[in-house]
């Protein structure tokens, strides 16, 4: 995993006092809605099959729900409400492609967001920030994974 930080520095004449900076930061969370949904959102992370299925989607995207069962060791009836509950909180979205449902990553948001846990892509995939409605992860992508 990266261990670079990124400081953030306030600038400013003087220092600032605890009660101040308290205030400040009050202020900056009630700026900020949605901390609850956030919360249940990166909980399903929290579960390693839902988080292997996010990695496998990322790698290759558009793979139907038997496939990815098969690649993580599980059974299809498992995947299956795995990828229900990912799809539920956003994280992966299901196109219907003749008889079988496939599966890839909802947004930009859950791309990047594996980039920085360190899932990559398999050669001759990529995905683009610009997605096209039919098929929106088809171009290379520039974003480096991280050893886990």
Do not use: K, N
């Not at 919360?39 to 990815?68: G, I, Q, T, Y």
């Not at 594996?114 to 409605?133: A, M």
């Amino acid at each position: 995993m990266d261990t670079a930080r990124h400081d953030h520095v306030r600038i400013l004449d003087g220092e600032i006092g605890d009660e101040e900076l308290v205030e400040e930061l009050r202020g900056l969370l009630g700026e900020v809605s949605g901390f609850e949904q956030l919360a249940e959102r990166m909980a399903l992370l929290s579960d390693p099959r839902r988080l292997r299925l996010l990695f496998c989607l990322h790698a290759h995207p558009r793979v139907r729900s038997s496939d990815l069962a098969r690649a993580i060791g599980a059974h299809e009836s498992t995947t299956s409400h795995a990828l229900a509950l990912l799809r539920e909180a956003g994280w992966v979205r299901a196109t219907r492609s003749g008889r079988a449902v496939r599966y890839e990553l909802a947004d930009d948001f859950v791309h990047d967001l594996l980039h920085d846990l360190g899932s990559d892509h398999l050669p001759g995939v990529g995905h683009s920030h610009e997605h096209s409605p039919e098929h929106p992860h088809e171009q290379p992508c520039d974003g480096t994974a991280r050893q886990l």
